[in-house]
């Protein structure tokens, strides 16, 4: 992408606020290619002091926001707002460790396998630790276009 998305705080690229947003660092970001850093800190809502980290299931989230990050890169490169993102379902998220420990570093990595013009899409995530795979995933997708599309106000 030609955007240089390393000027902007990842805050950006996702409509998560304050701690809500795991992501630390988008390392590289391409057409249909995202890595990004993340890791487990004390402040962290998902932080657990009797595991000495957070739970596995945990990675499921950073996939998507990873996936978010790429839309809203993409998003801020051709002028219109990150929109709303929602996970319709994950296959074979088996992680090969139960927790995610306190300040170790993960890099998670998404690749599109397709993503239709209606708001549907699917990755093909990883997590790894110190080059070694941890997780994968394949994670579907969808972001309409207009929130009202799928969101009725009351």
Known sequence: MSFDFKSLPVEEFLPHAGKMVLIDEVIVCDKGHIEVKTSVRKD?????????????????????QS???IAGIHAKQNNEPVRVGFLLGTRRYE??????????EYIVKADELYNEDNGLAAFECGIYQNGVTI???TLSVFSPKELSEVIQEP
């Open 67 to 69: 996936i978010g990050t």
């Open 95 to 104: 992680p090969s460790k139960q927790v995610f420990e306190l300040d170790s």
């Open 135 to 137: 997780a994968e995933s």
């Open 44 to 64: 962290s809502l998902f932080y657990d002091a009797e595991l000495g980290g957070s739970n596995a299931m945990l990675g499921i989230e950073w996939m998507a």
